[in-house]
């Protein structure tokens, strides 16, 4: 990367954590120059896919099977399957189309990472999603951890955090992408060209070197201005996002030519493209309706496979595309359900539930953290990852947020320290990822 | 402190020890009141010891944490601390409800329990606290309750002088620079009514100044344009033009609508003789009646802003609006049809109060004593009702929560408070919401107001929304009432306009709706109170918060006692200087100063309807491409999923952006040149065959169209010599210049660039093609994208 390359960089990582930088002494930086606007260099990972079950689904269907005290109705204790240190709920017979849970760890529990016994602290959606998407309970401020690990690690990339629904905060730190659609990606690639065609350019190219070499002077003498702190953000972003949508361009040929049907795999293509293309760092995926207040078994047997074939879906395409190796999975959902069934044969918010990881850097064939036979969450020693219920503490979405943020290796990044999520250092959770 | 109905399993030990205290308390209260303020050498100290109260005990612990149940009507009402929420109160009233908060806390700050001070064990969840926990004993707030009850325990002292307010710091606006009179107008007639100001209007605001505006705003908000605008800023916050389903099914519902609900489909369409021509009019038939449909809320809060009535009416107007579409799916378009200028218009609303509903059965008719239907404003109408349905396990909690969020603009979920073990709780009471004081505190205010809506009991809209529970409503909820009152049982049937003419009365409602103007002049909500008190940005972020609520209650006040005028409440933020900052005298010295003005300034992101509406003032006609799916891709909002507004550009509207700005410069240009001068809004002095460089004459023509480009497209009054034109100048100098050096280059615009033009345009050097390189520019700009 040359100097120029690089430091090119750095301004736009600022520019990007303009929201932090309040007290940064990094004025000189802004005077970018049209010079600097040539097209950077991909992102080449590792690429983060969170994928969400909205609503609240029932871990004791996929990873944290009971089958006793009436709480499954479909399975009995006996019933219960395993795939190494793995224990999961029987599906096959019981599915509505989708991905069983029998195959699902048969193809990947060798890879997968599995935490039990999470505490969400509340049960209600709103604070649940945000609690489990950021790390903190009480705050509206704090980003996902996909938007700060986008922010940490690929602010200048055009599309470096996706979303396609759950909580998205972004903390200010990097701007949030909604490309619902595939074609979508299509229509904004090559917008200097008349309907996205390269042979029809809109100006010629000293023209068009012009028009970017007025507009990089022009905001470099805004940025030698006193200016609102609102103001100062808004021109940055703004610059930084007109720059950098050149390398749009590069998603056009990994834009499959046919749409897949499912809801997951239209939000994963979307997301693969980009990825594949250099452009994106991570993306929210989500599927809704978990919320099963009646029905609970016919609806979780529906969405679950459902879910857990997007999961595969994903990484099988991330094989083809060779960044598999490079693609860090999370499964979570905000809450989990409850250990009885209400009269509606439904199950209420209950907030203890579960999450899985997959993914380079993760070993798989583990299960960490436990919840009784009562569905409660059983506390955990934080150095050994054994379960203590005298001197254990319960795990709270904060301290899986610490984790991750460490694994990412964004923990001492100051977009980090400026959410903090305060986790005493003897609760980090040691050798979490191996 | 305090006893929650979760407590009521105490022992009788645990009473009478909690008896005692109390009736120690009262016996000592009255000398204590007087104690307290005996050694208090005159009126300066005792200002300074009631405004450190008011400071540090108030605002960093009472308002944040203690008054969520120590109220009346809240969980903690029949404790010994029961506090008053001053609300708008100001001047002697604010003084006096300060004083009995003050003497409140004083009276819990006196009690000892094994000589341990009652009030820092309470709070600390010690004493068997209904509210388990709420400061940590190392947090700052739990240092300022010490040093409160210090202070009481030794009131001999000095009182406490640790404010973290700098008696010595400058205005909260010094050193800001706000929007001259001209920039200001622009930015409101854009922002209100999608167009630029008129030579009139700036010719008043260019003699009266400030005093002008809001004379001009008043006009503006009577034109088409605003109410249009009016109506987004609405969805935005209410979403109901996100039903799902078609609304002739899922607002009027097959129980109450069954014989009409469905006009169209046997509308005569007979006299259209083209199959496939009466085909597509009755798509548009439908089409038309259903976003007639969907249109009515929105359509309700238009009327009463602009007949200006009082905007108390959005939740208690005894009257829904229809057209002649949606009146034929209510079945009442016989009888109003005389009322309608154009009965065959679908989209001219009338107000009409419907008759009480009836069922297909008479067991789903509904109730009324005056034999209409019990309209409350929004909150009654279907279209509302059906955006936020409820099931049978959420009990119309969700329409409780949205009805505070939306009308006393409380978010119950905002902050949830987290419970050590909520499993636990769940399983430990039968009856969690009623039983344990982690659920109480929020169950008490929110189940009330859903039992408020326990008529409206049908989980398909599609067959009915309106209906009661079988077996009456639930007993395993708190009643049904609002805010500690209960619902007459003969008000019942009206429970909605009940509970619309208490909320009209609440403080918060004013409040609310000063918020949700903010929200719709700047794209986002007022700051939150900071709660990290151990930020050291504590003090800044603090003030910032406290100085915009004092404009947000000055301008909530204003629109009470002015008869709750929405167009004021609009009128007032425009002219506020929250409104108006626009910019700095120096750069903020300090990460204190840099945080207080953190959020200053409107700087918003246009939306891709204002974006589009931009356009059409400054080029006369609309882009027409931010439109569906590139609208979504822009930022813009569904009103279902999609509920919230990007408010930072990403890659992908970056690139929109380009898009825009090289196809709006490619379609108006030529085609501008192509027009008799004085029809040109952008090149009205100057033709393309005006070179750079040939002559002093042409250059400072050249300036002048730039200075005109500038005024028009960003608003900006910038001299011919100044710096940004010179900057606009070099680019088409620059462009004309390389140009001429280029072989090949045709003499004509490009194809794509050249079309619908009303009369031939030559470019013979170029400076078409250049003047467009610098519209692109202008429009690529924050000022042209941003308000």
Redesign the interface.
Known sequence: MSNQTRQRRDFLKWCACAGLS??TPLRHERAVRAEDSRELPPYDGPYYIVFNAAGGWDTTYLMDPKGTGGINRLYAEGDILTHGVHRFAPTEKHKEGGLSNEDFYAEFGDELLVFNGL??????H??CSRYMATGK????AYPTFAALVAACQGPD?????LTF?NYSA?G?LV???????L??LQ???N??A?DGNER?P???D???A??E???G??RA?QAA???????E???N??Y??????K??ARVTPHIPKSIPKQRLAQQAEVALASFKAG?CVSANLSIGQFDS??NNDRDQMKLIPEFLEGVAYVLHRAEELHIRDKLVVIVQSEMGR?PTY?K?D?K?H???GSAMFLGPGITGNRVIGATDE????VPLNPATLTQDADKGI?IRPEHIHEALRRFAGIADHQACEEFPLKVPAEENLQGFWS | MKTHPADKSRTNGDRAVLCLVATVATALAAVAQAADRAPCPGPDCLAAADKWFADEVWARVGAMECIKCHKQGGDAEDTLLVLRDPGLAQGDELKKLMQLNRDAFARVARLKSDGQPVLLAKVTGGLDHGGKQVLKPDSTGYRILEQFVRQIDTPTSAPSTGSLVDPDRPPFFDG?LMLDDRRLLRRATLSLAGRLPTEAELKQVSSHGLKAIPLILDEVMREDAFFERLREGFNNIFLTLGINGNPDATVLSYEHFEKTRLWYQKHDLSHITDEKERRQAGYKLANDYRAALLGEPMKLIEYIVRNDRPFTEIVTADYIMVTPYTARGYGIFDELQGQFSDPDDPFEYIPVKLDALTGRSRREDQESETGFYPHAGLLSTFQYLSRYPT????RNRLRARMYYQHFLGVDV???????S????V??KYEIPTMQASECVVCHKTLDPVAGLFQDYWRFEANFAIYGKRKDGWFTDMFDAGFEGEDLPAEERWRALQWLGERTAKDPRFAIAMTEHAYYLLTGRRPL?VP?DLDDP?YPAHRRAYQEQRQQVETIARRFVDGGFSFKGLLSDWVLSDFYR????????AT?ER??E?????V?R?LSPEQLERKLAAVFGRPWGRLTD??A??Y?GIDSK??TER?T????????????LA??V??RNVAYDFSRPPADRVLFPEIEPDVRPGTSPEADVRIRRAIVHLHQRVLGRDDEPGS??VD??F??FA??VT??AT?EG?DERE?Y??RQGLESPVVDAHYTV??W??VV??LL???EF??E
């Open positions: 309040l007290a505490d969400y602290s509340v049960n209600n709103a604070p309970l009480d705050s509206l990339c055009p599309l470096s955090f629904g972004t200010n701007a949030m992408s909604r490309v619902p659609y074609p979508s229509r904004i690639a917008a200097d008349i029809s809109y100006h010629d000293f023209a068009l012009r028009i070499q007025a507009l002077d022009r003498a201005r006193p200016l609102l702190p609102r103001r953000r808004a021109e972003m703004l930084a996002a007109q720059v950098n949508s390398a749009l452009v207040h009646a409850t209400n509606g439904g209420d209950w907030s203890i009562g569905q409660f969450a319960r | 800001v099931t049978e396990t959420n979920l905002e902050l949830a408070a987290r419970v073990d909520a499993a636990a769940t399983a939150l709660k940005l900052a626009d910019g700095l005298a120096t750069v903020a990460p840099r945080a003005l953190d959020d200053i300034g700087v992101m799916q590139t979504m891709l930022g999923e999609v990007a930072d550009p990403s890659g992908a509207m970056g690139s929109i952006q380009r898009t090289n196809d410069a490619c710096e940004e900057r606009t070099a680019l620059g462009i390389d140009a280029r280059i490009i794509s660039c093609r250049a467009r390189s692109t520019y690529r700009q924050q994208l941003y």
